[in-house]
């Protein structure tokens, strides 16, 4: 097993352009989460998914981002319209069941110039 | 709603010395609480997690950590700092609704030679 793996690694972007990010779980893994993680900070949750379904969204996330699953594997989180307050580390995680330990992805820093 | 606070945003120690990092949390319900290291640039990797069994939990590279309900605390401690064991720790905690983590902002350690 791979682990999680995450795509790209660094984006640089200009502010208003759209990004979108890759999230592969490790297979089987039902659960998975996305997180940003600001300087300084600890990760904060943005939304999950069990299988397909986006079950929770955070109220971080604004209606300029959106996140998909389709089939259930691998996973995009896509922002509109980046901010300079969108730069951050974007963290993925799997797990196999709700309970079950989450495994976190190296990330992708984005940076909005 | 769930919280951790992790006292002490940065620890130095000396090369050989003991590892005290300070967690508590506040949970409405039984937690299962985690720790978490951090290098540059990477993601997070799991260090040991408490789930409700024993109240110390041995985690990988020496590290233990004791679940003390009547304190809810979660203190990460190391007998003898390695030059390697500088990095950023994260506590986290989990268990309600949906198992998503809320996580500390962080302690970063410092490993003095």
């Known amino acids: 097993d791979t682990g999680v793996s995450q795509n790209p690694r660094h984006k640089i972007t200009k502010r208003g352009q759209n990004v979108t990010f890759r999230c592969d779980p490790i297979?089987?893994?039902?659960?998975l989460y996305w997180y940003r993680q600001t300087l300084g900070q600890g990760p904060e949750f943005l939304t999950y998914?069990?299988?397909?379904?986006?079950?929770?969204k955070s109220r971080l996330l604004s209606d300029r981002f959106s996140a998909e699953r389709p089939k259930g594997s691998f996973s995009t989180l896509e922002i509109q319209r980046t901010e300079q307050g969108d730069s951050a580390m974007y963290l993925c995680?799997?797990?196999?069941?709700?309970?079950?330990?989450?495994?976190f992805g190296p990330g992708t820093r984005l940076t909005v110039l | 709603a769930q919280s951790v606070t992790q006292l002490g945003s940065h620890v130095s120690v000396s090369e050989g010395a003991l590892v005290l990092l300070r967690c508590n949390y506040s949970?409405?319900?039984?937690?299962?609480l985690f720790w978490y290291v951090q290098y540059p640039n990477q993601g997070l990797q799991l260090l040991l997690k408490?789930?409700?069994?024993?109240?110390l939990v041995k985690g990988i590279n020496g590290f233990e950590a004791e679940f003390k309900k009547s304190e809810t605390s979660f203190h990460l401690t190391k007998p003898s700092a390695h030059m390697s064991d500088a990095a950023e720790y994260f506590c986290?905690?989990?268990?309600?609704?949906?198992?998503?983590?809320?996580f500390g902002t962080g302690t970063r350690l410092k490993v003095l030679a």
């Open positions: 986290a905690v989990s268990g309600e609704g949906t198992y998503k983590y809320i």
């Open positions: 408490y789930t409700s069994a024993a109240t």
């Open positions: 998914f069990q299988n397909e379904a986006q079950l929770e």
């Open positions: 995680a799997s797990s196999l069941d709700q309970a079950d330990t989450q495994y």
């Open positions: 297979s089987e893994h039902n659960r």
């Open positions: 949970s409405s319900v039984p937690p299962y």
